[in-house]
């Protein structure tokens, strides 16, 4: 927790001197130069428990905690023609340790993983035609730690109605990486341990968002997502019925369909009501249904407070089993909990607040958010999040 607001408060000095920068009145003219318009700091800590643990071949502690931090700046400029083009530059830093990976050795501080910090900067661009109601988007990142690297890169359009009441919007994603093969310690003998394997994965998504009336907003999101690759971990076990211990297999190719419906209704000027659900399926018999209700409530002109819930339930996919019950007949296996069957519940509270004169007076320093969320699963697993929002804008 100290890390977070350490990087927070930094982030105050950086805007006490952005709040010296003489006002100016936005409805006059439009930026011509590059300007910042936003920045944004996220911070969070997070810390988890349970007794299923993957590295383990589905027994033993599932506790990890981790700390990250995430920084983005956009960055709007108008054209000459009125065209605006928003850049977005953002980069992240998470900071995790796990028990359960610190088992790969199966010694106590042995495993080069059982603690690792991962950093993931990315940058967009957005093209805006207000006039022609059309957005073009592109955007690359990258990804590291020590066993994992990832580069990606995505391509987005969207196009309003001639009402301007409803939005069409298209997605395509791709991502690149590269699997660090970390064996198990006994395992290393006969499978060898180095070297790396590919993960390709592409996603193409579609939605559609209309306002309904004043009060009601409604839109439908479809996604495909195909995977290749080596899209196992090197470094979860699995023991057959015999006793044996072998290395995590799976297919190397997986394709996924989600299907999400999302809801917003205005109840009055203080209460808004957010609902989305979620269908998923993909060609692993894996199928999962996900429904979401937040209600943020305006207490005042400045502060308001979110309640929020999220039921969550999935069936097993078909090369799950758990400790000790796989057996040789298996052409793929897995005792990774993550693909068992549960259900799981996260419950928590947003904190806004947004005075008029900003945050502790400074002017620029417009929102500040905390949200604290508790996470239970019917396999035991549990864990709390608590993150903090600064903005500046």
């Known amino acids: 927790m100290k890390r977070i607001f350490i990087t927070g408060f930094a982030l105050l000095g950086l805007m006490r001197a952005y709040a010296q920068e003489p006002a100016t009145d936005s409805t006059a003219y439009k930026v011509k130069k590059l300007k910042i318009e936003e920045i944004n700091l ?3 800590y997070y810390k988890q428990d349970g007794n299923n643990a ?4 589905g027994i033993g502690t599932q506790e990890l905690t981790d700390i990250s931090n995430n920084l983005a700046i956009n960055l709007v400029k108008y054209g000459e023609t009125g065209i605006k083009h928003n850049f977005t530059i953002e980069a992240g830093i998470d900071q995790y340790t796990s028990a359960s990976s610190d088992m790969v050795d199966l010694q106590a501080n042995s495993s080069a993983s059982s603690s690792d910090i991962r950093f993931y900067p990315s940058l967009s661009y957005t093209r805006e035609n207000d006039e022609k109601g059309n957005t073009f988007g592109v955007g690359v990142s990258s990804s590291t730690e020590f066993d994992y690297q990832s580069f990606g890169g995505n391509i987005n359009y969207a196009k309003k109605t001639k009402d301007r009441n409803g939005e069409f919007t298209a997605k395509f994603q791709t991502y690149i990486d590269q699997v660090k093969l970390i064996t198990p310690i006994e395992l290393r003998s006969s499978v ?3 070297g790396t394997e590919g993960r390709n994965t592409f996603a193409g998504s579609l939605g559609y968002s209309q306002v309904v009336n004043q009060n009601f907003q409604v839109m439908i999101m479809a996604d495909v997502v195909s995977q290749q690759g080596y899209l196992s971990l090197p470094f979860h076990r699995v023991y057959f019925t ?3 211990v072998h290395q995590e297999k799976l297919p190397d190719n997986r394709l996924k369909i989600p299907i999400g419906l999302r809801a917003n209704y205005f109840l009055g000027d203080n209460i808004i009501i957010r609902a989305y659900y979620r269908y998923y ?8 249904h996900n429904a979401d209700l937040e209600v943020p409530v305006k207490i005042s002109p400045f502060f308001s407070v979110s309640p929020f819930y999220r039921y969550y339930t999935q069936t097993a996919a078909k090369y799950f089993d758990a400790y000790k019950k796989h057996d040789s007949q298996d052409e793929f296996y897995t005792s990774n909990y993550d693909l068992s069957k549960f259900n799981s519940s996260f419950y928590g509270m947003g904190f806004r607040f947004a005075p008029v004169n900003g945050v502790f007076g400074i002017k620029h320093f417009n929102m500040l958010e905390i949200r604290y969320g508790h996470y239970t699963r019917s396999n035991n697993l549990t864990s709390d999040i608590i993150t903090i ?5």
């Open 42 to 44: 996220i911070s969070s």
């Open 54 to 57: 993957a590295v383990t071949g």
């Open 192 to 194: 060898g341990y180095g």
């Open 242 to 244: 015999d006793g044996s």
């Open 281 to 288: 399926t993909d060609d692993w018999n894996l199928t999962s």
């Open 389 to 393: 929002n600064i903005r500046c804008k």
